[in-house]
Structures are given as structure tokens and as C-alpha cells.
């Protein structure tokens, strides 16, 4: 099956830096990626849809500005986190499907990231 | 604004049983199903998809669909304490790269 890649797992940062998150998919090509945030005990939230070569499509009420999203090739999407605050650190939660795969292999996440901001 | 309801739960089954896990979904457009298991601090992975009316069978798992109702549910057999954990429903729309959305997830119990 698809595998997705996400670093880092896990990333304490101070208020007011940026933080880069990397997913890549490592045996697909991934034209289209997923950005979720999940706050504990709750559901997963998609901030934003990443398009290879591309402008991201964002949520309603998700920041552009503050979320930078990158999908410069086929395998790799990056989001930046910018300017970060406490009330950012949640889980982030990175989502691709192959489309050359069987449908049954759904949308395959990666590992998420642990993002606590201090 | 499209919705996909469940019960967080928790839902307690004795080890053994049968847990039943339901979905309801307000899109009549939907296409695809998904149901994922997610653990506590990881990243959710995924048990069944289901695209047809019907019931979908995949060792212990379950999944029946039905489009008329707007219901999708997932059955665990013979269900153990690994199986505890957070399920999630998700919800997407026909072909391509359509996003899904997600139920807030029902919390499985599996009491030994």
C-alpha cells in the first residue's frame, strides 16, 4: 500500500518562530495532499488541499498567511507554520492517496506532527 | 456544509463481543466511506472503505452501507481490548481527489 512520510514527529517551538512540516510519499506519486490539525478529543479539521505546481485551496477561517502551504513536485508537501502561538500547537495530519492504486486503499495518512509552541 | 454524525461514545463491548459502530452523513452526493482507526497520539489508518450498498466483510470488520438511509456502520467481531481505540468515519465524493470529511469518531471500549 501507499506510504506517507511526515517529519518531525514531534517539535517544540518559541512563540513567534515558524515551523516547516514535510510529507512525502514515498512510493506514489502524490498530485494532490491533504492538511488536517486535530485539536485533542476532537475531530480531524482539513485546513487546506495542496496542489502539485499549484496555489493550496484553503478552509473557511483557516489563515493563508499563516499557513504556508509548498507542493513544489510529485512527492513532497511542506506546511509552514508562521509566526506560531500557544494556541496553534495541536496535531497536524498529512493525507494522499495514489490514484494509481487500488480504490481501496482509501486516503493514506502520515505519522503526524506533535506541534507544542511555548 | 457537508456533515458526517457519530456517537463519540464511548462505546464499552465485553472482549468477545460485537461492537457496532454507526454513521449517519448528510450528503446524498457522497460516494466513497471510509472507516478509520485511530489510536491515542497517532495519526488515523484505515480499516474499511466501502462504495456500494451492502455489506463489506474484511476478516473481524464489517462495514454495511446504505445510501438510502445515509448510514454507514462498522461491526467488529469477537472483538478484543486491542481493538480500543477512536474510529473514525469519513466521508467522501464521487472519483478523483475529492476530500473527505470526517466524524468526530466514536471511542471503542473493549473490556477484558
Known amino acids: 500500500g501507499a506510504v506517507v512520510s511526515q517529519h518531525p514527529s514531534w517539535v517544540i517551538c518559541k512563540s513567534g518562530t515558524s515551523v516547516k512540516i514535510e510529507c512525502r510519499s514515498l512510493d506514489f506519486q502524490a498530485t494532490t495532499m491533504f492538511w488536517y490539525r486535530q485539536f485533542p478529543k476532537q475531530s480531524l479539521m482539513l485546513m487546506a488541499t495542496?496542489?502539485?505546481?499549484?496555489?493550496?485551496?484553503?478552509e473557511q477561517g483557516v489563515e493563508k498567511d499563516k499557513f504556508l502551504i509548498n507542493h513544489a513536485s510529485l512527492t513532497l508537501s511542506t506546511l509552514t507554520v508562521t509566526s506560531a502561538h500557544p494556541e496553534d500547537s495541536s496535531f497536524y495530519i498529512c493525507?494522499?492517496?495514489?490514484?494509481?492504486?487500488?480504490?481501496?486503499?482509501?486516503?493514506?495518512f502520515g505519522s503526524g506532527t506533535r506541534l507544542t509552541v511555548v | 456544509q457537508k456533515e458526517v454524525e457519530q456517537n463519540s461514545g464511548p462505546l464499552s463491548v465485553p472482549e468477545g463481543a460485537i461492537a457496532s459502530l454507526n454513521c449517519t452523513y448528510s450528503d446524498r452526493v457522497s460516494q466513497s466511506f471510509f472507516w478509520y482507526r485511530q489510536y491515542s497520539g497517532k495519526s488515523p489508518e484505515l480499516i474499511m472503505s466501502i462504495y456500494s450498498n451492502g455489506d463489506k466483510e474484511d476478516g473481524r470488520f464489517t462495514a454495511q452501507l446504505n445510501k438510502a438511509s445515509q448510514y454507514v456502520s462498522l461491526l467488529i467481531r469477537d472483538s478484543q481490548p486491542s481493538d480500543s481505540a477512536t474510529y473514525l468515519c469519513?466521508?467522501?465524493?464521487?472519483?478523483?481527489?475529492?476530500?473527505?470529511?470526517f466524524g468526530i469518531g466514536t471511542k471503542l471500549q473493549v473490556i477484558p
Open positions: 493525507s494522499a492517496r495514489d490514484a494509481g492504486g487500488a480504490r481501496s486503499y482509501g486516503y493514506t
Open positions: 469519513a466521508v467522501g465524493f464521487s472519483g478523483g481527489y475529492q476530500k473527505v470529511t
Open positions: 495542496s496542489n502539485e505546481g499549484s496555489k493550496a485551496t484553503y
